[in-house]
């Protein structure tokens, strides 16, 4: 609900000039935000990484980052002022008031108790003796909302014996098992494939319709945002810029800041020429006296720069913070293209050749006899559910499983599974880019020394050269030099995700294996590292296997893909063969589970 116009009922949610300062010098992050949300609806929160989306976010569980204090506003749940409440009372309040969903299930999972004692505890710490049923059914009633099996083997499992996806949907379902008024999502299907987070979208509505939960869903992904929002929220520099039902802003959005980024959403109907927005938000302390989108703008002019631009109607419940909003005609989509296959230098150099890898955990078989060719130059897309065996294969071709079988070779050269066995030749042509940068980079180094780890194993560079390519390379992912003296744990998840891409690419790989590199990314970054990667496919003939749930961005960037099934392959073939017609019922349900914008306009 848009605060301030005409509603159904009170909201549930009502956030007032919600104002967060750095704590030492009280410099502004988030500032004069106000919202609210009604009963039972759900509000997307969106905006690129280090907008303050997930600052305001943890704000309504009266929390705030290390750092960072809550300086002025209000924030009401279902008649309760949450920064009122402090002790006891607060912590009662985080489960039975407002529950949170975290980007990273590890940073909401106990890494030393099992599954089923947490989701048992998270009820029995707020029981308040009413519940009729036995701990043992209502833990398997939280599984089962979530896509669950309440199997001795899942409860007895630790959290790093499940797949990333599970991980999540079982932080999911502990959010909701006290049934609160509020939950606050952040991100909580970034890591998850298609058919699974079409099943938790679809578990977060029903829930909130039938338990009269409220929903703040912070996201960079758009057509997720899409098709479960009631309404959008975008933030830009700590302001609220945008804010509007989903059916208007997804229909035609009137900030330029909103529109740029519904340019830079891949489609998954086609391929297109991803355009991302150049340059980078500004910074708490450097907010410019006026609009701070100004210095990105294409329609910025001299009083833009004068003075902070009000929140102003400029349709029927649809506010802008703008003084040029866009018309609703001039949101184009993507420019349409068809991805080129590179013809490779020389016949079979640099290919990539799997001819029926298999790889085990233990007695369990995870990949059965996987046979793909990647050609010098190229990318392969490789899709998949969660446990379909998609990062188990980029682990064995990176030497990092090394319980694998099966000819593989790359450049005409076999590998080893052990990647202590590999010349240091293939380690530094072979480079992998993690899922997870929260675990992939060292929280005792900073950025640049980050980044520099690569290159003093591979490259013989003084200080001063390993700083100049470290700062060349943070330009690249669209960061900039300035913060290689900042600790992993001061950026924004989609940041840090950044800063791992600019490790793997400072060496000059010839092979990349990408393992959800854009998970974590905003949808602006995402379209400049993508349209990067491709760059540099046709530059340099950079080969990639890119792995992914997002089949849109799989369009715009591979020639072929390969779909995993439980570890087998059930259709390869080109990009856009295999995604316009499918041909397995597998593929073809991962097409129709993919989220669109035109679940919100229509």
């Not at 991100?187 to 679809?202: I, Y």
């Not at 929903?215 to 309404?231: G, K, Q, R, T």
């Not at 068809?338 to 016949?347: F, K, L, Q």
Request: net charge neutral; hydrophobic share 40%; proline share 7%.
């Amino acid at each position: 609900m848009i605060d301030g116009n005409p509603q159904t009922g009170a909201p549930r949610v009502r956030v007032d000039g919600l104002g967060i300062v750095l704590s030492r010098s009280r410099t502004p992050v988030v500032e004069d935000v106000s919202f609210s949300v009604g009963p039972a609806k759900v509000m997307g929160l969106v905006g690129e990484s280090g907008s303050g989306k997930s600052t305001v976010a943890l704000s309504l569980l009266g929390y705030a980052r290390r750092g960072l204090t809550i300086a002025s506003g209000t924030v009401d749940i279902a008649g309760t002022s949450v920064l009122d409440l402090s002790g006891t009372a607060l912590r009662r309040a985080r489960g039975t008031l407002v529950s949170y969903v975290p980007q990273d299930p590890a940073s909401g999972l106990n890494p030393a108790l099992t599954l089923g004692f947490q989701l048992s505890e998270a009820m029995r710490v707020h029981d308040d003796g009413t519940a009729t049923d036995s701990m043992d059914v209502r833990v398997a009633a939280l599984l089962d909302d979530v896509r669950l099996h309440a199997t001795a083997e899942l409860l007895g499992s630790y959290p790093h014996q499940v797949s990333g996806g599970q991980a999540q949907r079982i932080a999911i379902a502990m959010a909701f098992a006290c049934r609160p008024r509020l939950v606050v999502l952040d991100e909580p299907t970034t890591g998850l494939d298609v058919t699974t987070q079409r099943h938790v979208l679809e578990t977060i509505r029903r829930l909130a319709t039938t338990h009269d939960t409220s929903a703040v869903y912070v996201s960079h992904d758009l057509p997720v945002v899409a098709e479960i929002a009631d309404d959008v929220a975008v933030m830009y520099a700590g302001r609220l810029v945008e804010h509007a039902p989903a059916r208007v802003v997804f229909g035609g959005a009137r900030h330029p800041y909103t529109a740029g980024l519904l340019r830079a959403a891949p489609t998954p109907e086609r391929a297109g020429v991803l355009v991302g927005i150049e340059g980078r938000p500004p910074r708490p302390g450097r907010w410019p006296s006026g609009c701070a989108f100004a210095d990105r703008c294409p329609r910025v002019t001299p009083e833009c720069r004068e003075a902070v631009p009000a929140l102003a109607l400029v349709g029927p419940d649809h506010v802008a913070r703008c003084i040029h909003p866009v018309e609703r005609t001039e949101s184009p989509a993507p420019i349409a293209l068809v991805t080129p296959r590179p013809v490779a230098a020389a016949a079979s150099a640099g290919d990539l050749e799997l001819n029926g890898l298999d790889a085990w955990y233990g007695a369990k078989k995870a990949l059965h006899g996987v046979k793909f060719t990647v050609a010098s130059g190229t990318c392969v897309g490789v899709v998949g559910e969660s446990g379909s065996g998609k990062t188990t294969l980029a682990r064995c071709l990176a030497g990092l499983h090394p319980s694998w079988g099966g000819p593989v070779a790359f450049d005409g050269t076999s590998l080893d599974p052990r990647v202590q066995r590999r010349s240091l030749d293939q380690r530094r042509r072979i480079q992998y880019i993690f899922q997870n940068p929260h675990a992939s980079l060292n929280p005792r180094l900073t950025v640049g020394e980050n980044i520099e780890v690569p290159l003093q194993y591979f490259e013989h560079l003084n200080r001063i050269d390993r700083r100049r390519k470290v700062a060349e390379v943070l330009d690249q992912v669209a960061l900039g030099a300035d913060l290689a003296n900042r600790m992993p744990e001061q950026l924004s998840g989609g940041e840090r995700q950044r800063v791992a891409v600019a490790r793997a690419l400072i060496v000059d790989p010839e092979l990349l294996i990408c393992d959800e590199i854009t998970s974590a990314l905003d949808v602006s970054v995402q379209a400049l590292v993508i349209e990067q990667l491709r760059e540099l496919q046709r530059e340099r003939g950079l080969t990639m296997v890119f792995i992914t749930h997002n089949v849109a961005v799989v369009r715009s960037i591979a020639q072929d893909v390969v779909v995993l099934e439980q570890g087998r392959v059930v259709e390869a073939g080109p990009t856009e063969m295999v995604l316009n017609r499918p041909e397995h019922p597998y593929t073809q349900q991962l097409m129709r589970d993919l989220p669109r914008f035109a679940d919100a306009v229509a």
